[in-house]
Structures are given as structure tokens and as C-alpha cells.
């Protein structure tokens, strides 16, 4: 064998390589499904959760909130303040739809705090970046969001 490197000096860089990529995001941090955006997905999962068993609607009433959560995002990041002031309080409402929900012996409740915890995390990112005449409506829209998702928490735990 003439070559100086072994096998073994390979494989622990390959694999530190290999991890490193697996961990570092592909995407930007901005860039989302599409799916999520998407105003008839949105409408459509805002009748299902209005029609859906009482144990249900809390699960689906946080994807609105997340999927909401994700619109007002974006439509800050197109400068679109307004819209975006009316979806945050259209979430705040979806919000206390999940906060008069979790009473109802709720199903997927570990999955709904989880949820909701993305929401909250995405909010805070918004807020990091938002402009300060922006900031204000964000952050009251995180605290009421923190404020629900700490109440799931709570309910998973009880459960």
C-alpha cells in the first residue's frame, strides 16, 4: 500500500462530514411548503375544524393557528403590514378557539402542544426580523400564543 492516509483517518471525517450535512438546512430558514400558504388548504382545514367532533377541533384549530401564523410571516416579509394585522388577529381568535377546546377531552394533544410550539417559535423569529412599527402587534400576538401553548403544555401533562 503506498498511500499514507488509512482507513482509519477516513472514516471518523467522513462521517463528522456526513453529519454536518445531514444537520445544515438545505433551505433558508424563510423558505416553507408552499403547501401552508395556500388560501383554499387554509379555508378548507378552517371548515373541517368548525365541523369536526369537539375532541378533534382543538388539533385542527392549531394547524390554523400555525398555518395563519406562517400567511402573516410571509405577508410581512412582502411588506404587506395590513394583511398581515388581520391575519395576526385572526390568529389571536383561532387561538382562543384552541384555549375554549381544551376541555373537550381533546385527541392528539401532545401533538396540538407541539404545534403550537412551532407557531410560537416561527412568531418569534418574525418578531427578531419584523420593522418596529411591526413589532408591537407581533409581540402581542406571541404572548397570547405563548399563553395558549403553555396551557397545552399543561394539559399533556395532566393527562
Given amino acids: 500500500m503506498h498511500s499514507s492516509i488509512s482507513y482509519r483517518a477516513i472514516v471518523p471525517s467522513l462521517t463528522l462530514s456526513l453529519l454536518v450535512a445531514a444537520c445544515v438546512p438545505s433551505a433558508p430558514a424563510s423558505s416553507i411548503d408552499q403547501n401552508v ?3 383554499a388548504v387554509l379555508n378548507n382545514l378552517k371548515v373541517q375544524a ?3 367532533d369537539p375532541r378533534e377541533q382543538c388539533f385542527l ?4 393557528v400555525y398555518r395563519m401564523t406562517e400567511m402573516a410571516g410571509h405577508q410581512m416579509e412582502q411588506g404587506d403590514s395590513e394583511r398581515a394585522a388581520a391575519t395576526l388577529a385572526e390568529v389571536t381568535e383561532y387561538a382562543d378557539q384552541v384555549h375554549a377546546r381544551l376541555g373537550d377531552n381533546t385527541k392528539k394533544l401532545k401533538d396540538s402542544e407541539k404545534l403550537m410550539h412551532r407557531a410560537t417559535h416561527r412568531l418569534s423569529d418574525f418578531v427578531q426580523h419584523a420593522s418596529a ?7 402581542n400576538t406571541l404572548k397570547h400564543l405563548n399563553k395558549v401553548q403553555s396551557e397545552l403544555l399543561t394539559a399533556v401533562f395532566k393527562h
Avoid at 412599527?133 to 409581540?139: A, G, T
Wanted: charged share 35%; net charge negative.
Fill in 37 to 39: 400558504l395556500d388560501p
Fill in 50 to 52: 368548525e365541523q369536526a
Fill in 133 to 139: 412599527e411591526d413589532r408591537p402587534l407581533l409581540e
Fill in 61 to 64: 384549530y392549531v394547524q390554523v
